[in-house]
């Protein structure tokens, strides 16, 4: 087995992801994962020194698909779309405090 983990479902919202996986949800902030984009150059820009993404569009969610069985990639408002999310690295996104905002009540 590969042990990737994959979430049950996933809901794009303009300013979230929200990963639903076996055990919860988690939401990501569209804001920090651009921050976070690992495309080429978004990772230039950031050793540059340089924020990768300005501006309300470049924060703004509007799609992701599933790249087969291991990463999502996620479409942002000014239409850059390379930033390829391994859910592992979503996964651990998810676990982090800094990124959560408003952590889930188990119920
Ligand atoms: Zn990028």
Do not use: K, N
């Given at each position: 087995?590969?042990?990737?983990?994959?979430?049950?479902?996933?809901?794009?919202?303009?300013?979230?992801l929200?990963l639903?996986?076996?055990?919860?949800?988690?939401?990501?902030?569209?804001?920090d994962?651009?921050?976070?984009?690992?495309c080429?150059?978004?990772?230039?820009?950031?050793?540059?020194?340089e924020a990768?993404?300005?501006?309300?569009?470049?924060?703004?969610?509007?799609?992701a698909?599933?790249?087969?069985?291991?990463?999502?990639?996620?479409r942002?408002?000014?239409?850059?779309?390379?930033?390829?999310?391994?859910?592992a690295?979503?996964?651990?996104?998810?676990r982090?405090?800094?990124?959560?905002?408003?952590?889930d009540t188990p119920r």
């Amino acid at each position: 087995m590969s042990g990737i983990e994959l979430p049950l479902s996933v809901d794009v919202a303009d300013d979230a992801l929200t990963l639903h996986w076996p055990d919860g949800a988690t939401s990501l902030a569209a804001a920090d994962l651009r921050s976070g984009c690992r495309c080429a150059d978004c990772h230039a820009a950031r050793l540059r020194g340089e924020a990768p993404a300005v501006g309300a569009a470049a924060t703004t969610l509007v799609d992701a698909a599933a790249v087969g069985h291991y990463a999502l990639q996620l479409r942002f408002g000014d239409g850059h779309d390379r930033g390829i999310f391994p859910w592992a690295v979503l996964r651990a996104l998810g676990r982090a405090p800094a990124l959560s905002a408003s952590p889930d009540t188990p119920r």
